[in-house]
């Protein structure tokens, strides 16, 4: 299995910025995802996850609001929608996904498989 998330940059505060995370070697349908953040210094974060059937997303309460996590079955890729962004939003974000579980759950030990990492930085 394979992640690949992109989509980062550097973008004003208040501005939008959308992060995608390909997926291959298995189907999403199949698997709960989750997206973290890591920002300088910090630890690992849980951002927001989608369930297996899609039915159920949650986020953190820091982003609830303003991003919004959706999934294309056809394209195997799952989104992190992220508007009104704000300077402590500023951290690497990282997909992750997880074979065992239905729904998505804060413990980044959950997940089997990460993507690489996209760096998303916000200016005040």
């Known amino acids: 299995v394979q992640l690949q998330a992109s989509g980062g940059g550097l973008v004003q505060a208040g501005g939008s910025l959308r992060l995608s995370c390909a997926a291959s070697?298995?189907?999403?349908?199949?698997?709960?995802m989750a997206w973290f953040r890591q920002a300088p210094g910090k630890g690992r974060e849980f951002v927001g996850g989608i369930s297996r059937s899609g039915g159920n997303i949650h986020y953190t309460d820091s982003v609830k609001g303003r991003f919004t996590i959706s999934r294309d079955n056809a394209k195997n890729t799952v989104y992190l929608q992220m508007n009104s962004l704000k300077p402590d939003d500023t951290a690497v974000y990282y997909c992750a996904l997880s074979s065992c579980y239905s729904v998505s759950v804060r413990r980044f030990d959950a997940y089997d498989y990460w993507g690489q990492g996209t760096l998303v930085t916000v200016s005040s």
């Open positions: 070697g298995r189907t999403l349908t199949d698997s709960t």
